[in-house]
């Protein structure tokens, strides 16, 4: 955490994970209530794109390197929230179904390159230490602050009398983790500076292109 570069992305990790449990926790319910059909079947299309982003991935690291690739997964969940928000089950279903397909950018483009910058930024020796150190600060503390947050603002949100079936003014409800995920996006982007690594002619024949970070 000496590391200016490092401590802001650990940070900026932490603070992401809160808005993101939104999606984690409410989603099914969202889509059941609105009446989409077979939701927990609908949502397995994020799974699966999943599958073809973690394939692209590898070309964004090398093009547009590593904060790039971090900045693009938080605006995805921006974008998805957003979608969310504005999406319904007439003529704006696309953006429910492009929200669920987001989450293969969201996942690939944000936790594993957030790993992967982890296993780069850290000595061998602590490499361990600091992978287990980001998933504390972010599927740990992380999302238990994001579970606690996203369920007072669905209350807050949530009408009905005692005995009635509960609902939910959701286009509030998902404004408040898409521009959560916004402000956490635009203070990473100024503050988050990873160093820049010699190139391999820079680094000398003797330097393998694996030990070389990614830009």
């Given at each position: 955490?000496?590391?200016?570069?490092?401590?802001?992305?650990?940070?900026?990790?932490?603070?992401?994970c809160?808005?993101?449990?939104?999606y984690?926790?409410?989603?099914?319910?969202?889509?059941?209530?609105?009446?989409?059909?077979?939701?927990?079947?609908?949502?397995?299309?994020?799974?699966?794109?999943?599958?073809?982003?973690m394939?692209?991935?590898?070309?964004?690291?090398?093009?547009?390197?590593?904060?790039?690739?971090?900045?693009?997964?938080?605006?995805?969940?921006t974008?998805?929230?957003?979608f969310?928000a504005?999406?319904?089950?007439?003529?704006?279903?696309?953006?429910?179904?492009?929200?669920?397909?987001?989450?293969?950018?969201?996942?690939?483009?944000?936790?594993?390159?957030?790993?992967?910058?982890?296993?780069?930024?850290?000595?061998l020796?602590?490499?361990?230490?600091?992978?287990?150190?980001l998933?504390?600060?972010?599927?740990?503390?992380?999302?238990?602050?994001?579970?606690?947050?996203?369920?007072?603002?669905?209350q807050?949100?949530?009408?009905?009398?005692?005995?009635?079936?509960?609902?939910?003014?959701?286009?509030?409800i998902?404004?408040?983790?898409?521009?959560?995920?916004?402000?956490?996006?635009?203070?990473?982007?100024l503050?988050?500076?990873?160093?820049?690594?010699p190139?391999?002619?820079?680094?000398?024949?003797?330097?393998?292109?694996a030990?070389l970070?990614?830009?």
């Amino acid at each position: 955490m000496k590391d200016r570069s490092f401590a802001v992305f650990a940070l900026g990790s932490f603070l992401i994970c809160i808005p993101l449990q939104f999606y984690y926790a409410f989603t099914n319910l969202f889509l059941n209530e609105i009446g989409v059909a077979e939701p927990a079947s609908t949502m397995t299309l994020g799974q699966m794109s999943e599958i073809f982003f973690m394939l692209v991935l590898p070309w964004f690291l090398v093009r547009v390197g590593v904060k790039r690739t971090l900045l693009v997964g938080m605006a995805a969940w921006t974008l998805r929230y957003a979608f969310f928000a504005y999406g319904n089950t007439g003529a704006f279903a696309w953006m429910l179904y492009g929200g669920i397909l987001l989450h293969g950018i969201c996942y690939d483009f944000f936790f594993v390159t957030g790993q992967i910058y982890v296993d780069e930024a850290a000595p061998l020796t602590i490499r361990a230490a600091a992978q287990g150190f980001l998933a504390f600060m972010t599927l740990g503390v992380g999302m238990f602050i994001g579970a606690w947050a996203s369920g007072q603002v669905v209350q807050h949100y949530t009408f009905g009398a005692p005995g009635e079936t509960a609902l939910h003014a959701w286009r509030s409800i998902w404004i408040v983790p898409a521009v959560a995920a916004a402000a956490v996006m635009a203070i990473f982007a100024l503050l988050f500076r990873p160093r820049q690594q010699p190139s391999p002619r820079e680094a000398g024949p003797g330097v393998a292109a694996a030990e070389l970070p990614r830009r």
